[in-house]
T-cell receptor
Framework: DAGVIQSPRHEVTEMGQEVTLRCKPI?????LFWYRQTMMRGLELLIY????????DSGMPEDRFSAKMPNASFSTLKIQPSEPRDSAVYFC??????????????????FGDGTRLSIL | DQQVKQNSPSLSVQEGRISILNCDYT??????FLWYKKYPAEGPTFLIS?????DKNEDGRFTVFLNKSAKHLSLHIVPSQPGDSAVYFC???????????FGTGTRLTIIP
């Protein structure tokens, strides 16, 4: 079974450039999450979608960051313009979200292998 | 404010012995807890979870214990194997909320 697929795996670019990270969630999953991992802050949630709709973007650091999910099988995280402090590993995760009232519907999030982003 | 804390950044255990990883949380609204394992250059992989209605969940060599009154959970691995060497993250979420809050991780090294 294909897991969460992220591309590119590595990205090195100069500050000021636009960066686009891509994610394909697991088929059938209806929630998608973007995380950033840094040494200082660990794994932090940036934004998540449910049924392609952004639900919570309170973790997005600045207006330079934007995320879209045009359909159930694709999402992008864009940084424009990029800055050196954006250097981090960015993870995408997906999950099947069941009914709120059903405790058995608790499902874990499944992560991609991440994109290591370096802004020079 | 770190709502999920893993106070031990690293842990070394002899192969075959028990590994115990600890996690504390401060948010009493958390009702579902997960452990993830992460190898270098890979994403976190789900390991085991526990709902707040339970105090123990077991899956093979892995057992998670939850002490709600102490707001503490632990992951036991027995017997420990070299392939268990990885970074382990504790995570939590509250009812009806899909957001996971992660701890900072504990690097487990199994010594052959």
């Amino acid at each position: 079974d294909a897991g969460v697929i992220q591309s590119p795996r590595h990205e090195v670019t100069e500050m000021g450039q636009e960066v686009t990270l891509r994610c394909k969630p697991i088929s059938g999953h209806n929630s998608l999450f973007w995380y950033r991992q840094t040494m200082m802050r660990g794994l932090e949630l940036l934004i998540y979608f449910n049924n392609n709709v952004p639900i919570d973007d309170s973790g997005m650091p600045e207006d330079r960051f934007s995320a879209k999910m045009p359909n159930a099988s694709f999402s992008t995280l864009k940084i424009q313009p990029s800055e050196p402090r954006d250097s981090a590993v960015y993870f995408c995760a997906s999950q099947f979200r069941g009914a709120f009232s059903d405790l058995n519907s608790n499902q874990p999030q499944h992560f991609g292998d991440g994109t290591r982003l370096s802004i020079l | 404010d770190q709502q999920v804390k893993q106070n031990s950044p690293s842990l070394s255990v002899q192969e075959g012995r028990i590994s115990i990883l600890n996690c504390d949380y401060t948010n009493s609204m958390f009702d579902y807890f997960l452990w993830y394992k992460k190898y270098p250059a890979e994403g976190p992989t789900f390991l085991i979870s526990i709902s707040s209605i339970k105090d123990k969940n077991e899956d093979g060599r892995f057992t998670v214990f939850l002490n709600k009154s102490a707001k503490h959970l632990s992951l036991h691995i027995v017997p420990s194997q070299p392939g268990d060497s990885a970074v382990y993250f504790c995570a939590a979420r509250s009812a009806g909320n899909e957001k996971l809050t992660f701890g900072t991780g504990t690097r487990l090294t199994i010594i052959p």
